[in-house]
C-alpha cells in the first residue's frame, strides 16, 4: 500500500509519548501516532461512537507490525466502571474492517480507583496509514453525577514493542441522559431548556415543543415539561402545560407558545413559568418582526404565565398579564429565557426583555432598539411589575441576587462585536432598586465569551465550617464565534473574575447552545441543555469548580 503522510484533523489535541509499560520494551521503529480524545458526553442508551481515535502511520520500511493488546490507563480520580463495554474499530487507507471481536465487554474490576483496562488483539498492520477507534458503551444505571479520564493508551506489538500515547489536555468524559429527543412524542425538535429544583428535590424542566421543524414563533409550538425526582437520573413522561389551542379560530400553528422561564417560589412551595404566546401572525412571520406595538392579542405578543402549586404534578390554565407589564407603544415584551429567581424577602423576578422601536415609529419591524429587563412580583404573584432597559441591543438575560441584595442581570448582547466579527461577550449590569435604574457591572462585554447566544447564571451559598460563601455557576457555550464548549464556570467574587481554574468543559459538539442551570442539591450542580433539537441533562459535583481549599 501507499504510504501516506499522516493527516492531523483540527480536533487533535494530544501528541505523542514514548514510554515503557512493565518492563523496560523497544519503540517500533518508523511508526508514528496521533491520540484524539471526543471531548463529549458519553450517553445513556446511546452509542458512543469513537470517543477515542489513534491515527498510525507505518513507513515503507517497517515490516508487519501485529497489534497484540491496547491498554486504556485511567487517570486516579474517576469511575470508569460505569464502563460497560468496549468496541475497538479499525480502518487502513481506503478499506474498512470493522473487528467487533476486538472490542471486550466486561465488568470493570476495579470499581472507584484507578486502573487499567487490557483488550487482547491480534491484528496485522502493514505498511501505511491505520485508524484506531473506541466504542464505549455505559451500564443504564451509570451515576450521572460520575466521571472519568483517559490518561493514555498504550499500544503492544508482539512481545517487546511499545508504543504510549498520552493525552496532554485533562478531559473528565461523563455521563449525560437525553431528556428530550427528536422526534420524541411527534415533535420535530426541542428546545429553550428551563430547569430548577423544589423543596421537594424534584427537578423541573420547560421547554419548547416545537412539531414542526426548529423554527422559533410563529410556529405550531407548545411549552412541555419534563420531572425527575431522582436527581435526574430519569424523567417522567412529558406533560404539555402551556397550549393556546385553536384560539380566535385559529389553528395550532397561528397560536404558538414558547420561549418558556421557570421560577420557583420556595416559600409557597409554587412553581411558575413565563412563555410568549403569539396569535395571528402569517404562518412565514418571525415573532420578533411580526409582533406590533399594542396590547391585544392579534397585535402583539403576549406575556403568559401558568403555576403549579403541587411540586409540578398539576398545572393551573393560562394567566396573561401583558396589560399589568407591558408598553403599548413597545413591539414585543417577553421572559428569560432559563430560570427566574425568589429573592430574600420573597420577591419574584423574571429576567425579560422588550423592544421597542426609535426615532420614527414603525409598524412592522423597522429601525428598533431591544432591552434587558426585569418583571418581578412583591406579593406573590398577584400582581407584577417591570424594570426599565438594563442597556440598549441586550435580550436574553439571566438575573442573580448579590450578598449586598442587588440585582445582578447578565445579558446576550447582541450588536457588541469587534472588527473581528467576535463578539465581545456578555452585558452585565446590576440594580439596587429593582431594575428601576440599571449600573454597568466592571466586569460588562469581556469577562465571559459568548458567541451571541442566550446562557445561564445562578447563585449558590457553600456552607462550610458553620461560614458561608457566595458563588456565582455560569454555563454558555464557550466560544466568541461558534456554539460550541459547553461550558461550566464558578466565580468566587460575585462575577468581578471567572479564572480557568474554575471552568469544567462539558461538550466541544457544536449545536444550538442554549442552558439552564440548578443546584441539584448542596453539592450538585444539573445542567439542561442543546443539541440539535434534543436536550441534554449532566451533573457535576461543584468540588470539580472550587478550589483545594474550599473543598
Not at 53 to 73: F, G, N, P, Y
Not at 127 to 144: E, I, Q, R
Not at 194 to 212: P, S, W
Request: with cysteine; aromatic share 8%; hydrophobic share 35%.
Amino acid at each position: 500500500m501507499k504510504s501516506h503522510r499522516l493527516f492531523l484533523p483540527a480536533i487533535a489535541l494530544f501528541l505523542l509519548t514514548l514510554g515503557g509499560c512493565g518492563n523496560r520494551m523497544e519503540i517500533p521503529e518508523g511508526l508514528t501516532g496521533i491520540l484524539e480524545i471526543k471531548k463529549t458526553p458519553l450517553f445513556l442508551e446511546r452509542e458512543n461512537k469513537a470517543m477515542v481515535t489513534i491515527h498510525l502511520e507505518i513507513a515503507d520500511s517497517v515490516a508487519v507490525l501485529e497489534l497484540s493488546k491496547v491498554r486504556l490507563v485511567f487517570g486516579s480520580k474517576g469511575n470508569p466502571e460505569m464502563l460497560e463495554g468496549i468496541v475497538l474499530n479499525h480502518s487502513a487507507d481506503n478499506f474498512e474492517v470493522e473487528k467487533e471481536q476486538m472490542g471486550l465487554a466486561y465488568n470493570a474490576p476495579f470499581r472507584g480507583k484507578a486502573g487499567t483496562i487490557e483488550l487482547d488483539v491480534k491484528l496485522p498492520l502493514e505498511t501505511g496509514m491505520h485508524k484506531l477507534s473506541l466504542d464505549f458503551s455505559l451500564f443504564d444505571d451509570a451515576p450521572l453525577e460520575q466521571s472519568f479520564a483517559l490518561e493514555e493508551v498504550q499500544l503492544v506489538f508482539g512481545k517487546n514493542q511499545f508504543l504510549g500515547l498520552e493525552q496532554k489536555e485533562a478531559f473528565q468524559f461523563r455521563p449525560a441522559i437525553v431528556v428530550r429527543s427528536a422526534g420524541q412524542d411527534g415533535s420535530d425538535t426541542y428546545r429553550i431548556p428551563g430547569l430548577i429544583t423544589t423543596n421537594e428535590g424534584t427537578l423541573i424542566a420547560v421547554y419548547d415543543i416545537r412539531y414542526n421543524n426548529s423554527k422559533d414563533l410563529q410556529e405550531d409550538i407548545d411549552v412541555g415539561m419534563s420531572r425527575s425526582t431522582d436527581g435526574g437520573q430519569s424523567w417522567e413522561p412529558m406533560k404539555v402545560i402551556m397550549d393556546m389551542g385553536e384560539w380566535g379560530g385559529r389553528p395550532q400553528n397561528l397560536n404558538g407558545i414558547g420561549d418558556p422561564s421557570v421560577l420557583y417560589d420556595h416559600t409557597s412551595h409554587t412553581i411558575w413559568v413565563a412563555a410568549l404566546w403569539l396569535s395571528g401572525a402569517s404562518i412565514d412571520a418571525m415573532n420578533w418582526w411580526a409582533s406590533r406595538p399594542g396590547m391585544a392579542p392579534d397585535e402583539t405578543g403576549q406575556f403568559i404565565l401558568v403555576k403549579s402549586t403541587d411540586d409540578g404534578l398539576n398545572w393551573s390554565e393560562p394567566i396573561n398579564i401583558t396589560e399589568q407589564i407591558k408598553d403599548p407603544d413597545w413591539q414585543l415584551l417577553l421572559a428569560g429565557p432559563g430560570r427566574g429567581i425568589t429573592l430574600e424577602d420573597g420577591t419574584l423576578v423574571f429576567p425579560a426583555q422588550f423592544k421597542k422601536d426609535i426615532g420614527e415609529k414603525a409598524i412592522d419591524g423597522g429601525q428598533y432598539t431591544c432591552h434587558s429587563t426585569i418583571v418581578y412580583s412583591k406579593d406573590g404573584g398577584q400582581t407584577w411589575q417591570i424594570g426599565s432597559g438594563a442597556k440598549p441591543n441586550t435580550t436574553e438575560a439571566q438575573v442573580v441576587q448579590l450578598t449586598d441584595g442587588s440585582l445582578m442581570i447578565n445579558m446576550r448582547d447582541d450588536l457588541n462585536r469587534n472588527d473581528k466579527g467576535e463578539n465581545n461577550g456578555r452585558a452585565v449590569s446590576f440594580s439596587r432598586d429593582l431594575g428601576k435604574t440599571w449600573t454597568p457591572h466592571p466586569s460588562s462585554n469581556h469577562a465571559l465569551p459568548e458567541p451571541n447566544c442566550m446562557a445561564s447564571l445562578i447563585a449558590h451559598n457553600i456552607r462550610k465550617d458553620d461560614t458561608g460563601q457566595r458563588v456565582l455557576i455560569f454555563s454558555n457555550p464557550n466560544s466568541k464565534t461558534e456554539r460550541i464548549n459547553m461550558t461550566i464556570k464558578l466565580s468566587l467574587d460575585e462575577g468581578n473574575t471567572w479564572p480557568e481554574a474554575h471552568q469544567v468543559l462539558l461538550n466541544e459538539a457544536s449545536g444550538f447552545g442554549y442552558s439552564c442551570i440548578t443546584m441539584v442539591d448542596e453539592q450538585t450542580i444539573g445542567i439542561l441543555y442543546e443539541g440539535f433539537k434534543n436536550l441534554y441533562f449532566q451533573k457535576i459535583q461543584i468540588t470539580e469548580l472550587l478550589p483545594k481549599t474550599m473543598e
